[in-house]
């Protein structure tokens, strides 16, 4: 317990701070570089458009769903409603494609001015569900506001089917990242409904179509909105990480060139935890 607060408060303060004097080297040269890096700097989130094409959202829906129904692999959590998948990146080769896209590495290493990692990656097939019978049934969950506790992290969200009002949805407060937050504060990650009426800015509902992406600073207040009236919702999320919070990744060894790509490998300095399996 002491041990792990300790190493927080290393990653936070000294691990994890952007580095001074020294700029990462860009791999790509998109237009849309500057302006979605302000973007992330001052609200804390960029749109990256669709990374994903038609006939590749179509497989990845079928494969989705073949994978559904075997229980090794997809882990349908009752309580909440959502199937879960096991080994993510092994459900299409276009996410270790996207996890190497030399635009979004960019953006990522720049803005924090570290060298980063994929620390995780999550599929998910989220059926409808009334966000008060899941506060009833389960209490808090991530339907509820709240901030990630992985200290300084940027997920990149990619919805695989389209989401309309109905449907339920990723919703965030632009410009509650700032101050980071740092994890050896022992601060309170939860916020009531209470606690967001009183922030001057109002959440943004992310509608979009299939295929469509954004990144984020997990240090936003956000949530999953889940609605009754919503039709199945795909989604696939890489979390990157300067270093801290690296969990196992089963790669998809038909990639062994992308696979090389040091995202996916352990943190270069010794001082961070080699990655966790769960
Ligand atoms: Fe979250």
Redesign the pocket.
């Known amino acids: 317990m002491i041990l792990g607060k300790l190493r927080n408060f290393i990653e936070d303060k000294i691990l994890t701070n952007p580095c001074f004097g020294k700029n990462q080297p860009l791999r790509s040269d998109n237009p849309s570089f500057l302006p979605s890096l302000n973007s992330l700097k001052k609200n804390g989130y960029c749109n990256v458009g669709k990374l994903l094409s038609e006939v590749e959202l179509l497989q990845i829906r079928k494969k989705m769903t073949s994978l559904s129904k075997n229980k090794k692999i997809a882990n349908f959590n009752k309580s909440v409603n959502y199937i879960q998948f096991n080994k993510p990146l092994l459900i299409h080769p276009a996410f270790t494609r996207i996890a190497t896209n030399p635009y979004i590495l960019d953006l990522i290493e720049t803005y924090f001015n570290r060298e980063c990692y994929l620390a995780d990656v999550d599929a998910r097939r989220i059926y409808a569900y009334d966000v008060n019978e899941i506060q009833k049934n389960v209490g808090y969950t991530?339907s509820n506001w709240?901030?990630?506790s992985r200290g300084r992290q940027l997920k990149l969200m990619i919805y695989l089917t389209d989401v309309n009002s109905n449907d339920s949805n990723f919703s965030f407060i632009p410009e509650t990242h700032i101050p980071f937050f740092s994890r050896s504060k022992n601060n309170v990650y939860r916020f009531s409904d209470a606690d967001v009426n009183q922030i001057e800015n109002e959440p943004i509902e992310w509608l979009g179509k299939a295929g469509e992406a954004c990144l984020f600073d997990?240090n936003l207040i956000?949530r999953l909105r889940r609605k009754k009236t919503a039709s199945i919702r795909d989604s696939f999320t890489f979390y990157f990480t300067p270093g801290q919070e690296l969990r196992h990744l089963d790669l998809d060894l038909g990639l062994p060139e992308l696979n090389k790509n040091k995202i996916f490998s352990g943190a270069e300095n010794s001082l961070f935890r080699p990655r966790i399996k769960y």
């Open positions: 991530s709240h901030k990630d997990t956000h």
